[in-house]
C-alpha cells in the first residue's frame, strides 16, 4: 500500500492534524477545509467520545454530525459564553461564606454589609465605564472585608481585576486574579481572566495552565476558553518546534516508509529499477556495499543502494555525481533533492528540485517529478497557491504525466477542492486505467463529497464503488483501506476490521494499518487491551512510526498516564518529518504536561478512561 505519496507524506504533515492521518492514501480524508475540533483537544479533552478515529476522519466526522446538531457556524459546537467583563455580586460557592454566628457577629456584619456597598458602588462606576473610581471602590470593599470571608474577598479581587482589565493593565489583573483564585481555586471567571492577562504579559506556559483548569472545569464546553487554549498551545508547539527543527539531526524513515513513498509514482524515472546495462553481474563483495558498476557514476551507484535498500548512502553518491557534472547529474540532483525531503530537509532539497525544473534539456518527466515534489513541499510549507502553480506547470510540460493528475487530486483533497480532485484522478485512470491507487481515492473522494453534503443516496454508490474497486484490483491495499474508512464512519465496524485485516495480510509490514486497526477496536468495542497491543505492534513493526507514538500518547492522556504520554508524545517529536508536524506534537505534549501541573496546583482531573 502507498501510504506515503508525496502528498501524503509531505503534505498531509503540513495540511492536516497527524502525519498518521490517513491509511495510505488516506491524506485524502483530511485537509485545510475540513475544520473540527483541534487535535490537541483528543490530549486535552479526555471527557469526549473515546477517539472517534483518532486522525482527520475523527474531526471530519465530528464537524459533520455538530452540523446535523445544529452546531453550524458554532465553532467547535461549543456554547457561547458572554465575555466575561462584567464585576459581578458573589464568587462562585467556596467555604466560609455564610454569614457568622456568636458574640462578634454583628460587627462583623457590619463590616460585611459596609464592604458589599462598596463592591456595589464600584459596579456601578464599572457599568458606567469609570473603571478608576471602580478601581477605588472595589479595593475599599478589599480592606474592609473580613479576612475570614473567602468567597466575598474573591469576589472584590476578580471585580477589581475586571477593572484593570479594561485600562489593560495587565500585571495588575494577574495579581488581583491570583489573590481571587488563592482564595477560591475553583473560580473560573478569576482563572479564566488570569490566563487572558498572562497572554497579554506573553506568559505562554502561564496562560495554558490556567486555560487548561478553566476547561476542565467548565467540561469542555465553553467556546471562548477552548479557543484560547487551541491558540496559546498553538504557539507554544510554533515556538519550540522552530528551535527545535532548526537543530535537528536528519532522520532516515523506515524502509517501508520510503518504498511506500516511490511506489506511488508510475512515471519517475528515479525510482525504476536498474537497466540490465548499467550494472554488472558480480556479487557484492560485502553485505551492504552495492555490487561494481560499468560506468564511473555516482548516481548509478545510488541507484544500486536503493535497490539494496541501503539509503543512508545514497545522498552522498548523488553529491559525487553532481560534482562531476556526471552524465546522470539531472537524475542525481532530484534523487538527492528527493531524500532531503524524505529527512526532512527541505532547504537542502530546494535548491536541486529548482535546478532539475530549470533545466529546459532535462527529460521532461524528471522535471515534472521535481515539480511534484516541490509542489508537495509548498504545502507543506502552507504555501498552497505556490504549490498549486507547480502542479500546473507539471501538467503543462507533461499532459500525459499520470503521477501529475493523481497527486495534484491528493493536494485538491487536501484543499476541500472534491469535484476538482475527482477530475484528476479520472484523468489519471485515463492514462492509466490499472492504477487502483487513484480508483480508490477518487471512491474517497466522492464518498467524503457526499457525506458532507449528507446525501444517502450518494453514500450508498460511493459505498459501491469500493466493492467494485476491491473486487476489480483484489491486492491493492489502499482499496482495503479507505473503504475501512468509510465503513469505520457508517458504523460498519465489523466489515471495517474485516477490511484492515485484509490490509495486513497485503502488507504485514504497514505500521499505520496496525495503529488504524486499534483505533477500530476503542471506537467499536471499548477494548483498551486489544487498541494498545495493535499499536505496539505497529511500533515494533515500524519504531520511526510517529503516527503511532502520537496515538499511543494520546490514549495515555486519556488514560489519566500523564508521564508516559508525554514520553510518547516526545519520541513521537523526534521522528517528525516537518516543522508543522513537530509543532503539532508539541502541542500535544504541551496540553499533557499542563494537564500535569493542573492536577497539581488544584486537583483538577478530567474524568479518565
Not at 484593570?164 to 495587565?170: A, S, T
Not at 482564595?183 to 488570569?194: D, G, I, T, W
Not at 495493535?534 to 512510526?545: G, R, T, V, W
Amino acid at each position: 500500500m502507498a501510504a506515503s505519496k508525496p502528498v501524503e507524506a509531505a503534505v498531509v504533515a503540513a495540511a492536516a492534524p497527524s502525519s498518521g492521518s490517513g491509511v495510505g492514501g488516506g491524506g485524502a480524508t483530511a485537509g485545510p477545509g475540513t475544520g473540527g475540533l483541534p487535535r490537541w483537544q483528543l490530549a486535552l479533552a479526555v471527557g469526549a467520545p473515546l477517539l472517534l478515529g483518532a486522525g482527520a476522519m475523527y474531526l471530519w466526522s465530528r464537524q459533520r454530525r455538530r452540523r446535523e446538531a445544529g452546531g453550524r457556524g458554532d465553532a467547535g459546537g461549543l456554547k457561547r459564553n458572554s465575555e466575561r467583563k462584567t464585576p459581578e455580586g458573589r464568587a462562585s460557592p467556596a467555604p466560609g461564606s455564610g454569614h457568622p454566628e456568636g458574640p462578634g457577629a454583628h460587627l462583623e456584619m457590619n463590616s460585611l454589609d459596609r464592604a458589599q456597598a462598596a463592591k456595589n458602588k464600584g459596579n456601578k462606576y464599572f457599568k458606567a465605564g469609570k473603571y478608576e473610581q471602580a478601581i477605588q471602590c472595589y479595593t475599599e470593599a478589599i480592606s474592609l472585608c473580613p479576612i475570614e470571608k473567602n468567597a466575598d474577598l474573591s469576589t472584590f479581587y476578580q471585580n477589581r481585576a475586571a477593572a484593570f482589565e479594561q485600562l489593560q493593565k495587565w500585571k495588575e489583573v494577574a495579581q488581583d486574579c491570583t489573590k481571587a483564585v488563592e482564595l477560591n481555586p475553583k473560580y473560573v471567571k478569576a482563572l479564566f481572566r488570569r490566563a487572558k492577562a498572562h497572554e497579554k504579559l506573553d506568559n505562554k506556559k502561564e496562560c495554558l495552565e490556567d486555560v487548561t483548569a478553566v476547561c476542565i472545569l467548565e467540561g469542555f464546553q465553553n467556546q471562548q476558553s477552548m479557543l484560547l487554549a487551541d491558540k496559546v498551545l498553538k504557539l507554544l508547539g510554533k515556538e519550540k518546534a522552530k528551535e527545535k527543527y532548526k537543530n535537528r539531526e536528519p532522520l532516515m524513515p523506515s524502509p517501508q516508509f520510503i518504498k511506500s513513498y516511490f511506489s506511488s509514482f508510475t512515471d519517475d524515472i528515479i525510482s525504476q529499477p536498474m537497466l540490465k546495462g548499467e550494472k554488472s553481474d558480480e556479487d557484492k563483495d560485502k553485505e551492504g556495499e552495492a555490487s561494481e558498476v560499468k560506468e564511473n557514476s555516482g548516481y548509478l551507484r545510488a541507484k544500486q543502494y536503493m535497490e539494496e535498500e541501503n539509503y543512508d548512502k545514497i545522498i552522498s553518491e548523488c553529491s559525487k555525481e553532481i560534482d562531476a557534472q556526471g552524465k546522470y547529474m539531472a537524475e542525481a540532483l532530484l534523487l538527492r533533492a528527493t531524500f532531503y525531503l524524505l529527512i526532512g530537509n527541505a532547504n537542502a532539497a530546494k535548491p536541486d528540485l529548482d535546478k532539475v525544473i530549470s533545466l529546459k534539456e532535462a527529460n521532461v518527466k524528471l522535471r515534472a517529478n521535481a515539480l511534484i515534489k516541490r509542489g508537495s513541499m509548498h504545502m507543506q510549507q502552507q504555501q498552497p497557491l505556490l504549490s498549486t502553480q507547480d502542479f500546473n506547470m507539471a501538467a503543462d510540460i507533461d499532459p500525459q504525466n499520470a503521477d501529475v493528475y493523481h497527486h495534484r487530486g491528493q493536494l485538491k483533497i487536501l484543499l476541500d477542492q472534491v469535484e476538482e480532485a475527482v477530475a484528476d484522478f479520472d484523468e489519471c485512470i485515463r492514462l492509466r486505467p490499472e492504477s487502483a491507487l487513484a480508483q480508490a481515492q477518487k471512491c474517497f473522494a466522492l464518498y467524503r463529497q457526499a457525506y458532507t453534503g449528507n446525501n444517502s443516496s450518494q453514500i450508498q454508490a460511493a459505498m459501491k464503488g469500493f466493492e467494485e474497486v476491491i473486487k476489480k484490483f483484489p491486492r491493492c491495499a489502499e482499496g482495503y483501506a479507505l473503504y475501512a474508512q468509510a465503513l469505520t464512519d457508517q458504523q460498519q465496524f465489523g466489515k471495517a476490521d474485516d477490511m484492515y485485516d485484509k490490509c495486513i495480510d497485503l502488507e504485514p509490514d504497514n505500521a499505520t494499518t496496525y495503529v488504524h486497526k486499534g483505533l477500530l477496536q476503542l471506537q467499536w468495542k471499548q477494548d483498551l487491551d486489544r487498541g494498545l497491543e495493535l499499536i505496539s505492534k505497529a511500533i515494533e513493526i515500524d519504531n520511526k512510526c510517529d503516527f503511532a507514538y502520537e496515538t499511543m500518547g494520546t490514549i495515555e492522556v486519556q488514560r489519566g498516564n500523564m508521564e508516559k504520554a508525554i514520553d510518547m508524545f516526545n519520541k513521537a517529536i523526534n521522528l517528525a518529518k516537518s516543522e508543522m508536524e513537530m509543532a503539532h506534537l508539541y502541542s500535544l505534549c504541551d496540553a499533557a504536561h499542563a494537564q500535569t501541573e493542573v492536577a497539581k496546583k488544584y486537583g483538577l482531573k478530567p474524568p479518565t478512561l
